[in-house]
């Protein structure tokens, strides 16, 4: 098992930054990718971004040139560097972590809200 913790949300002006951190304890040596997942008000939950363990990056267009993921695998953490903020990221964002088993991974889910 796995655990996650992400931190980091909150209110932020259209244009600004924000950094979420994924924190992950239990079965660490099983994580194999880690990423970012997220969820507005009525719309299906979508890939944010993806990260290896080696280090390979996969990004959803829409954030593509304004986000960036990062893993720190000492600290089994991810991060995701948010910038140039626009309202339609507005959305709760989940860390995900796929295991070397198969299993998925949830955590519960940091707001961000980006207001106009």
């Known amino acids: 098992q796995v655990q996650l913790v992400e931190s980091g949300g909150g209110v932020v002006q259209a244009g600004g930054s924000l950094r979420l951190s994924c924190a992950a304890s239990g079965s660490t040596f099983s994580i194999n990718n880690m990423g970012w997942y997220r969820q507005a008000p009525g719309k299906e939950r979508e890939l944010v971004a993806t990260i290896t363990r080696g280090g390979a990056t996969n990004y959803a267009d829409s954030v593509k040139g304004r986000f960036t993921i990062s893993r720190d695998n000492a600290k089994n953490t991810a991060y995701l560097q948010m910038n140039s903020l626009k309202p339609e990221d507005t959305a709760v964002y989940y860390c995900?972590?796929?295991?070397?088993?198969?299993?998925?991974?949830w955590g519960q889910g940091t707001q961000v809200t980006v207001s106009s």
């Open positions: 995900y972590v796929h295991s070397i088993f198969g299993s998925d991974y």
